[in-house]
């Protein structure tokens, strides 16, 4: 049996406030006052009023507590014209606890979408001259606001003998509007980068844009002339109910915010891809050429690895980057326990990318899995990269190997159809799509291992004589 337990507040005389109020040891909140009705009282439409203000700044007070956000729905894309957008139906809270939704998706002309300051001068709060809608240009936030109005009249007896008989609109009706505010500080650069600098603003400088706090963002809108160049939601929008660290005090970005980064760059990766090979374009490329900054963990193209040579060019040169076979089943997990790494900011120098490696999960079958672990020692190898300047990263045991002089008469060619190479080109000709992942550095050991380094030289310049190794020097045990 579930039991109720009471609401009402405990009351305190007029005596024992006068005490909290000397000792300073009770706050009034004159925001949370309301009517006190009793039999005899003449009531007016002033103290309704105050008493659903009471409720209405109670609701928005506990809105404020769970946090702005998207609680379900409210997606956003491209309209089936050009100049429109969809918003699937949805609900969520704006930041000042305000709850807006759309009960049907919603498809809109943006050039019948008021602009913030519009909409404040429809309401008689602010009057500036605005651009053309139709020839808007540049950087615009779609959110949408709570807005109410008054209807159905109804007849208004006389407060006096005398007085007339009017009609006053006898409901208040409340509605969402949909609003466009302009990205305060429009992003510099060519038009090509400036959704990537608008991520690493975002999501590696925590760089929060100036929005009103009764709109709730859906999505940055990149318009010329009034069409939608392009749509990114997850630039502004954020789950409800994610808003706080998962260890607070340890200075990590919100969960809401390293979430909305993984999949705001999947969605740019996509357009990405989508544009790449319109215009004809391979689909490996180097990640700095479309992005300016890489969550923890992400999706990348399966053409970023050469299974010839099991090279990559998505990352830096200097970034050490392996290969690992994974089941299919665990990327979701091993992809969320990466989230709470920093991103990696790719306008860094030599020295991070170093300190920041990377693991390429090639998802496989178990079942598959099992098979191919039969022909292979590990289930990782390392990646070495094809862009040029990988002299850059390697030691000085790799140099002296790469300048070592071999055998007349040998060669280093590896020898064809090796079953380790087969079995990892398998693997990665099965792949759907590839996945990477922030390692962390303080698991990997810093020591390198000492490794003998051979140089031979042709015969006619005499032979080298190797140093035979030291006989092991038996240690005479101390008599105690």
Sequence with gaps: MTTLISTRREPVGAEELRLLRERGTVVLDEQRRRPRYFDGRFLAARDLTREQDYFLSRQAALGQMLGAGVASGLQVERGTEAGTVRIAAGFGLTPGGELVALDADLEVRLAEVAESDRLNAAFGLRRRPQTPARSRT???VLGLRPVEFTANPVASYPATLAGPRTLQDGDVVEAVAVT????????????????ARLAREVFVHGVVPGLPAEVLPLAVLALERGTVRWADPFLVRREL???????PGLGLAPRALREAHLVQYELHLRDVLDERRRRGLPDGFAASEHFLALPPAGGLPLAAIDATDFSQIFFPPEVEVELSLVPEDEVPALLRDSLVLPPLDLTAGPETFAAAPQLVLVPVERERLRQIATSLVTLTRTARPAAPGRLARQTPVELLRGLSLARPGTTTTPAPGDPVDEAWRAALAGASRLWFVRRRLLSRSL????????????????????????APVARRRRKS
């Excluded at 020591?447 to 030291?470: H, M, N, W």
């Design 241 to 247: 109910g994610a808003r706080q660290d998962d260890l």
């Design 447 to 470: 020591a390198r291992r000492a490794t003998t380094v051979r140089l031979t030289l042709p015969a006619q310049t005499g032979p080298i004589r190797e140093a035979a190794p030291a």
């Design 138 to 140: 540049g950087l615009y």
């Design 180 to 195: 466009l505010v302009p990205w305060p500080g429009e992003a510099a650069g060519e038009e090509g980068t400036r959704r």
